[in-house]
């Protein structure tokens, strides 16, 4: 398949997810690269402003971090505190920044989010507290239904998130699958839908048309 007939389908997939993303309340963009994603993003927050963001490979593949450190904000890094009680300190300052960065586990093509987290301030962020929420999802990241979305998920970015965490003892750490586990240190403890935006616009969802994170 040409590389134009892609580029062609996945302009039109972003096009019709964006649409169905603002019939659900989100302010909704498509940008053809990371690089505009980022500098759009850059956009939406004001000078001042306080930052937060949730463990997100898509948000550091844009390169915004860097852009942020760089102008006049005030960063809640959860990275740059040196142990464990900072850190969820710092993670409760998040829910009550002035906008928190993320990206998504699925998108669905009728304009839901798939979420998982294993400590559960991602998801809380996205749901209540920042005043604002810029989700960053690439299109690797659409499904065609909400079903497809949990599965998506479940079995794709969850097994391959737990790689990034030396040590963890879960069956998708150690098989690569989701084993619908009960452990200590399971990743699967809170699963949210975002079926709908309230307040109006709260949440921005950039759609990508590149693959972003897994």
Do not use: H
Request: net charge neutral; proline share 4%; with cysteine.
């Amino acid at each position: 398949m040409s590389s134009q007939a892609v580029e062609t389908r996945v302009k039109k997939l972003g096009a019709s997810v964006v649409k169905a993303l603002g019939g659900r309340n989100f302010e909704a963009y498509y940008c053809d690269t990371k690089e505009e994603a980022a500098e759009l993003a850059l956009s939406l927050i004001p000078e001042g402003s306080s930052i937060s963001w949730g463990g997100s490979v898509s948000v550091d593949e844009t390169g915004i971090k860097d852009k942020l450190r760089a102008g006049n904000y005030t960063l809640l890094d959860r990275d740059t505190v040196d142990t464990p009680e900072e850190k969820t300190e710092m993670m409760r300052r998040g829910l009550t920044c002035d906008v928190f960065l993320t990206g998504t586990n699925a998108l669905s093509e009728d304009g839901q989010l798939v979420n998982i987290d294993g400590t559960g301030n991602r998801v809380a962020s996205m749901s209540f507290g920042p005043r604002s929420v810029i989700v960053l999802a690439g299109v690797n990241k659409i499904v065609q239904t909400v079903e497809d979305a949990y599965a998506r998920a479940r079995g794709t970015a969850a097994p391959i998130n737990a790689q990034r965490f030396p040590g963890m003892k879960t069956p998708c750490s150690v098989n690569g699958t989701c084993g619908n586990c009960k452990s200590p240190d399971c990743i699967c403890s809170y699963i949210v839908t975002t079926r709908m935006c309230r307040p109006a616009k709260r949440i921005k969802v950039i759609v990508v048309g590149e693959a972003l994170g897994f």
